[in-house]
């Protein structure tokens, strides 16, 4: 297995100051003849300051948008208010957040918020080894999985320690790989320090699954989609390759990829809004997996409305 370190286009955002400077071969900043610090930081520095602000700032706007966080503070702000003696505003607010989670937690709900993600592109067909594939398929010479998360624990093999999401995808690249036999299997995620990073699980899992570890290359520099975008294209320039991700993530995933100057071809994974041909009564019913669906939704279309303001999404 072949890791990729210092993947151009990636971002040094999150490492220590002398670390960025190094990356970034910035000349260290003079110090003042008072307190020590510096009287001027680089220009480049100021990039990377303001840009890990922005993520930072992203990271918690989003968290305090999606339903479960938004309802739960609804209800807390809503009890404080009546116990403040502010009964109709907290009261309006209590309502307004059990209303929130109700309605988005069914199961229905979930899947309605969805279903318009996942259908925009097509699962790629069953094909038997060696079958003609469809020439744009066939000309992939890059098979790229996109994380989803994992457990950091050295007592379980590394499919079970990745999430669903990941596990789904990794499947569906690996079943990739045994139709295009020589393409290149890329796995993308990073990792906590002292830890196996998420693209090393990955292709651990893709190793355990049977793909040559001659046959993978691992990237963990991207900390988001559009990091992983960045990363892919010092990678593999502008040559052809399959996208391996969550079906509802596609569409996100493949804004940001050709806002790269990419050239993916969607193979999504990991259906969720998919109705069965039978009617079963629990799906009419609340639940988890409801609340699951809806917050996917949500943040994937709060995730492409931020990359097209920001003139990201292809």
Same mark, same amino acid.
């Given at each position: 297995?072949?890791?990729?370190?210092?993947?151009?286009?990636?971002?040094?955002?999150?490492?220590?100051?002398?670390?960025?400077?190094?990356?970034?071969?910035?000349?260290?900043?003079?110090?003042?003849?008072?307190?020590?610090?510096?009287?001027?930081?680089?220009? %480049?520095?100021?990039?990377?300051?303001?840009?890990?602000?922005?993520?930072?700032?992203?990271?918690?706007?989003?968290?305090?948008?999606?339903?479960?966080?938004?309802?739960?503070?609804?209800?807390?702000?809503?009890?404080?208010?009546?116990?403040?003696?502010?009964?109709?505003?907290?009261?309006?607010?209590?309502?307004?957040?059990?209303?929130?989670?109700?309605?988005?937690?069914?199961?229905?709900?979930?899947?309605?918020?969805?279903?318009?993600?996942?259908?925009?592109?097509?699962?790629?067909?069953?094909?038997?080894?060696?079958?003609?594939?469809?020439?744009?398929?066939?000309?992939?010479?890059?098979?790229?999985?996109?994380?989803?998360?994992?457990?950091?624990?050295?007592?379980?093999?590394?499919?079970?320690?990745?999430?669903?999401?990941?596990?789904?995808?990794? %499947? !569906?690249?690996?079943?990739?790989?045994?139709?295009?036999?020589?393409?290149?299997?890329?796995?993308?995620?990073?990792?906590?320090?002292?830890?196996?990073?998420? %693209? !090393?699980?990955?292709?651990?899992?893709?190793?355990?699954?049977?793909?040559?570890?001659?046959?993978?290359?691992?990237?963990?520099?991207?900390?988001?989609? !559009?990091?992983?975008?960045?990363?892919?294209?010092?990678?593999?320039?502008?040559?052809?390759?399959?996208?391996?991700?969550?079906?509802?993530?596609?569409?996100?995933?493949?804004?940001?990829?050709?806002?790269?100057?990419?050239?993916?071809?969607?193979?999504? %994974?990991?259906?969720?809004?998919?109705?069965?041909?039978?009617?079963?009564?629990?799906?009419?019913?609340?639940?988890?997996?409801?609340? !699951?669906?809806?917050?996917?939704?949500?943040?994937?279309?709060?995730?492409?409305?931020?990359?097209?303001?920001?003139?990201?999404?292809?």
């Amino acid at each position: 297995m072949i890791v990729i370190h210092g993947v151009a286009g990636s971002n040094p955002v999150g490492r220590p100051i002398f670390e960025v400077w190094r990356a970034r071969k910035i000349d260290k900043p003079p110090l003042s003849r008072k307190g020590g610090l510096p009287d001027a930081l680089p220009p %480049a520095y100021h990039s990377v300051a303001m840009a890990a602000v922005l993520f930072a700032l992203k990271k918690a706007v989003t968290f305090f948008l999606m339903p479960l966080q938004a309802g739960l503070l609804m209800l807390v702000t809503g009890l404080v208010l009546r116990w403040r003696g502010r009964q109709r505003s907290g009261t309006v607010l209590l309502t307004l957040g059990t209303l929130l989670l109700v309605v988005l937690s069914h199961r229905q709900v979930g899947r309605v918020l969805l279903a318009p993600l996942e259908s925009q592109y097509p699962a790629v067909p069953e094909y038997a080894v060696g079958y003609d594939l469809p020439p744009e398929l066939a000309a992939c010479r890059y098979i790229v999985v996109l994380g989803g998360g994992h457990t950091d624990t050295g007592r379980l093999p590394a499919l079970s320690q990745l999430s669903l999401n990941a596990r789904s995808r990794l %499947a !569906e690249g690996v079943r990739l790989a045994h139709l295009l036999p020589d393409a290149i299997l890329v796995t993308s995620g990073p990792g906590l320090a002292g830890q196996p990073t998420h %693209a !090393e699980i990955l292709a651990l899992g893709a190793r355990s699954l049977g793909v040559d570890s001659a046959r993978i290359l691992t990237i963990d520099q991207g900390r988001d989609t !559009e990091g992983e975008a960045a990363a892919i294209r010092g990678l593999i320039g502008d040559a052809p390759f399959a996208l391996v991700t969550s079906a509802w993530h596609m569409p996100r995933s493949m804004a940001l990829m050709r806002g790269a100057g990419l050239q993916p071809l969607a193979c999504p %994974a990991d259906f969720r809004a998919i109705a069965c041909d039978q009617f079963i009564l629990s799906d009419w019913f609340w639940g988890l997996d409801g609340l !699951e669906d809806s917050t996917w939704a949500i943040r994937e279309r709060l995730g492409l409305l931020w990359a097209r303001l920001r003139g990201r999404a292809g």
